[in-house]
């Protein structure tokens, strides 16, 4: 069974604190995504990672790092919290599949973790 | 930039009914477009995975369309029920290995 398993669901944390949020999945995928969630904003992709200490910036990346150094962890940091950073924090991952008929690759399906409610106060 | 929209933002229907929910989007190079189910306080849900050569997918009482033409992608829903009650997402992936995705449709189904 597929899973993608992120470290806490929710959390509470102190404006200003170092924040760790982690995500470990056993599907061997080479890209992993860190997104947030709030309502009327729906889903925004913060940072995504094609490979192991490979990382790019998603649209809203300010306040925010990320660290791959295994393949199947992918943690997402928040170097000083600050209460606009209270959201759903959602992990994903997708892989490569064979597609056959010719073509050598396609994207399999995401996975995504349980989310981890942050909360910063 | 890609972007995309999800109608209605909100549904209400009596159980057993057939539905239908809409996703569009505006560039139609993709590589493919995913259906997904969101409850309350939970993550997402894989329902469906149309690759951009595929015109649909079927799982159980589900039925996922694609029309990259125009843009267009449609879940079918047959027989609902109460415990498909939830929030539905479209994501659709145009460049690289990044998902764009709607806002959804909050979907509920009464008893």
């Known amino acids: 069974d597929v899973k993608v398993t992120q470290s806490s669901r929710y959390l509470v944390k102190r404006t200003g604190e170092k924040v760790f949020l982690e995500c470990v999945q056993d599907?061997?995928?080479?890209?992993m995504f860190w997104y947030r969630q709030d309502p009327g904003l729906g889903l925004r992709l913060i940072y995504f990672?094609?490979?192991?200490?490979?990382?790019e910036k998603g649209d809203i990346p300010e306040g925010y790092s990320v660290s791959r150094e295994k393949k199947e962890r992918f943690s997402l940091i928040l170097e000083s919290a600050s209460t606009n950073q209270t959201s759903m924090y959602l992990c994903?991952?997708?892989?490569?599949?064979?597609?056959?008929?010719?073509?050598?690759?396609?994207?399999?399906?995401?996975?995504f973790g349980q989310g981890t409610r942050l909360t910063v106060v | 930039k890609q972007e995309v929209t999800q109608i209605p933002a909100a549904l209400s229907v009596p159980e057993g009914e057939n539905l239908v929910l809409n996703c569009s989007f505006t560039?139609?190079?993709?590589?493919?477009l995913q259906w997904f189910r969101q409850d309350p306080g939970k993550g997402l849900t894989s329902l469906l995975l149309?690759?951009?050569?595929?015109r649909e997918q079927t799982s159980g009482r589900l039925n996922a369309s694609l029309d990259k033409s125009s843009g267009r992608s449609t879940l079918y829903i047959a027989a609902s029920q109460p415990g498909d009650s939830a929030t539905y997402l479209c994501?659709?992936?145009?460049?690289?290995?990044?998902?764009?995705f709607g806002e959804g449709t909050q979907l509920t189904v009464n008893p």
């Open positions: 990672s094609y490979d192991v200490k490979m990382k």
């Open positions: 149309i690759q951009s050569s595929q």
């Open positions: 560039d139609s190079a993709i590589y493919n």
């Open positions: 994903a991952t997708v892989g490569w599949g064979n597609a056959g008929q010719g073509v050598l690759k396609l994207y399999t399906e995401a996975f």
């Open positions: 599907m061997d995928h080479e890209n």
């Open positions: 994501a659709v992936r145009a460049s690289g290995s990044r998902l764009t």
